[in-house]
């Protein structure tokens, strides 16, 4: 049991931050993963729009508009939590490569961006929302693995055959004398999933006049699902972003899980829209394909 254990252990070490270095220039697992996870989203949008009889273009539209206010976003909640290590070294403030964004930094931006980005082209932001949202849950699922290659964002102390090994150098000083600890990177990426095929379940049920979706149950429902994954994930990390006793992400999680129901009940139970970027939004339909008349 102990060889198992260990073989298991293994495959948790990561081989580091860098996939090849040729001169000046450097290749980062984690910049990869976020442009995979950009790339992939981008398609499968598209793909979820075309469900819905829009045009694709818009997606890469928007996408455009969602990196430019996620990114940067994430990076700032990042710094504004952890100023004390970023005030001695400000040069690192721009090095994104070396990880250190929060999600629900890139949420604050990416919605702002979203928000402004349908005002300007008159469309629904809760339609462009539940198509986004699953690419979302999705590139978060596969952005996680970044935390893997720089060794960061794990959890406690653990001897579960799925313990992560853990570098000396990126150990907290509280804990430098453990060696293994829960892969929290990999809770979240397996959890996130669950919620990317939730939602797409939701969606072609909808599509397919299964289930009568209003706009924003898409969102809503992700936006309560990921956060109840969060919350319980993040108690048991070593680095959480602090405020005072508090962890930070856990208390934006319950706000978000309050939000995501309370907007649910607002949309079903009290039988209301949401307020949107237009005067009124049309709700999706779906429009079976015509079949070739064979007689």
């Not at 252990?9 to 931050?17: C, H, K, L, N, R």
């Not at 940067?72 to 990042?78: G, N």
């Not at 653990?158 to 990999?186: A, C, G, M, V």
């Amino acid at each position: 049991m102990n060889a198992f254990t260990d073989y298991l252990a293994f495959q948790f070490a990561s081989p580091g931050p860098i996939i090849v270095k040729l001169g000046p220039l450097t290749l980062r697992w984690y910049g990869l993963l976020i442009a995979t996870a950009v790339l992939t989203g981008v398609m499968l949008s598209q793909y979820l729009a075309k469900q819905r009889r829009l045009n694709p273009e818009i997606i890469g539209d928007l996408a455009i508009w969602l990196v430019v206010g996620a990114i940067p976003c994430a990076r700032i909640y990042y710094v504004i939590f952890e100023w004390p290590q970023y005030a001695q070294n400000p040069g690192d403030i721009i090095a994104i490569w070396k990880g250190g964004i929060a999600i629900h930094g890139a949420m604050i931006g990416g919605a702002i961006a979203a928000w402004i980005f349908a005002r300007l082209q008159k469309i629904s932001f809760w339609l462009l929302a539940d198509l986004v949202a699953p690419s979302l849950i999705l590139g978060q699922a596969i952005g996680r693995w970044g935390n893997f290659f720089n060794s960061e964002a794990f959890g406690r102390p653990t001897d579960l055959p799925w313990k992560l090994y853990i570098p000396p150098n990126q150990r907290p000083w509280d804990y430098l004398k453990f060696e293994y600890f829960h892969p929290t990177f990999l809770y979240e990426s397996l959890w996130n999933l669950m919620v990317f095929a939730l939602l797409l379940v939701l969606f072609f049920q909808g599509i397919q006049g299964k289930l009568q979706l209003k706009l924003g149950t898409i969102f809503l429902t992700y936006f309560a699902a990921y956060s109840t994954g969060r919350l319980w994930i993040e108690g048991l990390r070593t680095d959480s972003l602090m405020l005072g006793p508090l962890r930070i992400a856990q208390m934006v999680s319950l706000t978000g899980i309050v939000l995501g129901l309370a907007g649910l009940a607002w949309l079903y139970l009290l039988n209301r829209g949401l307020p949107d970027t237009v005067a009124s939004a049309p709700e999706p339909s779906f429009t079976p394909p015509e079949l070739p008349n064979n007689e």
